[in-house]
């Protein structure tokens, strides 16, 4: 066996689309789609005696932004089938050679398997490698089953979910299949104001420009349109038996008409035509509990039937242990700044809620006053009333 870079897309896309661990993110196409931002991608295989493919790790060369260096990163790889195989040193072996010359000092594997697997998590401390709380690539996702036929996949949706599929039919929402950069175009500006709207990062226009042209025919964009207004959209991806909802916009118009799930069911009819077996929805909270900023994602995806993924924890391996050392600790840092200002705005909000909850009793208070003084002079009067009505009956008895 020997490593080496693999330079063949066909033969390392057909390793990674018949492998258990198929991930987009170990296409050929997803390392020059982040090298063409970061700079260089490395493909690195392993090749047995019979010149196949037993192992292989997509490394995108990546920056620490907090120290300026450089790293590996294989996001979701290495991809093989058993990590305590010979090949998996061979790799590894591989990866520090070229480690050496670019001077990075680590490499961050998020290998796509169960979180819980004793063999890799064995494998990898027996190698040297380290737990990472800080995961680049969501561990949490949200996956369906596509070889059901489609009644069988409507019944698995919750009720709520069937009825909104339905309705957005009833309500004119039309789902048509984009091509061109004028639909492009239509998808990136609903996705900006999606950002907008939720606050979260997005790339510039041409990456998913340019991520349309890398996967070509696996790559699809599909429109909700309700009366040739565009709604929503979804930018989709396939490989192997695999479909990844990899982004999703949407606009404030026309909520009410439902546009997003008649668009998912459509995507999963789509996925199936292309013999996929698996959507993958891609990222939920790490943790299920309401309130989390993703706990909306999480209950629109859940809603539509399926199971949750939880992959292995993030793994670094050193290569220059002192720099190591200092970004682990440069994390903590930031990590406790981020949750000290967190925990400091999250007392300004209470500290408002209670100024605004003083305010309110205080106004209430002055009410109940002014309804009491009010009242006062009803009350004499009336017990004025009551007391001359009393003195006439005695007199009246008297007389």
Not at 179 to 204: A, V
Not at 289 to 297: R, S, V
């Amino acid at each position: 066996m020997k490593a080496q870079i693999i330079t063949d897309r066909q033969l390392w896309n057909t390793f990674i689309a018949n492998s258990e661990g198929c991930n987009v993110t170990q296409t050929y196409e997803w390392g020059e789609l982040m090298s063409s931002r970061a700079g260089e991608m490395l493909p690195i295989g392993v090749l047995n005696d019979e010149g196949e493919l037993c192992a292989a790790m997509l490394i995108i060369i990546s920056k620490a932004a907090l120290l300026k260096a450089t790293y590996f990163y294989a996001p979701r790889g290495p991809i093989i089938d058993n990590p305590e195989t010979p090949a998996m040193d061979i790799l590894l072996a591989f990866a520090k050679d070229e480690a050496r010359k670019r001077h990075a000092f680590m490499l961050k594997i998020e290998p796509g398997v169960p979180h819980d697997d004793e063999a890799w998590l064995r494998a990898l401390a027996r190698r040297g490698f380290c737990k990472n709380p800080e995961a680049r690539h969501l561990r949490h996702e949200w996956v369906l089953d596509l070889r059901p036929d489609e009644q069988k996949i409507l019944a698995g949706m919750k009720k709520t979910w069937r009825y909104c599929v339905r309705l957005a039919g009833r309500k004119d929402v039309q789902i048509r299949h984009g091509s061109g950069p004028q639909d492009l175009h239509i998808f990136y500006t609903l996705l900006k104001t999606t950002s907008n709207r939720d606050t979260f990062f997005i790339y510039e226009e041409s990456f998913y420009e340019r991520l349309m042209t890398l996967y070509g025919e696996r790559a699809k964009i599909m429109i909700a349109e309700y009366e040739g207004q565009p709604l929503a959209a979804a930018l989709l991806v396939t490989h192997g038996r695999w479909c990844w909802y990899m982004y999703g916009a949407s606009s404030n118009e026309h909520r009410d008409r439902m546009p997003n799930h008649l668009l998912q069911w459509t995507a999963f009819q789509w996925a199936k035509a292309q013999g996929c077996w698996y959507y993958n929805f891609r990222g939920i909270p790490d943790v299920l509990e309401e309130g989390d900023p993703m706990w909306g994602i999480y209950v629109f995806k859940s809603g539509f039937g399926g199971y949750a993924i939880r992959s292995l924890e993030t793994q670094d391996l050193a290569y220059q242990p002192a720099l190591y050392r200092l970004y682990r600790f440069l994390l903590s840092a930031r990590d406790w700044y981020k949750k000290s200002q967190a925990e400091k705005r999250q007392r300004a909000v209470q500290q408002k809620k209670n100024v605004i909850k003083q305010q309110q009793q205080a106004a209430a208070g002055q009410s109940q006053q002014h309804e009491t003084a009010s009242a006062q002079p009803a009350v004499v009067q009336e017990e004025k009333v009551q007391a001359k009505a009393t003195t006439s009956s005695t007199n009246e008895r008297r007389g």
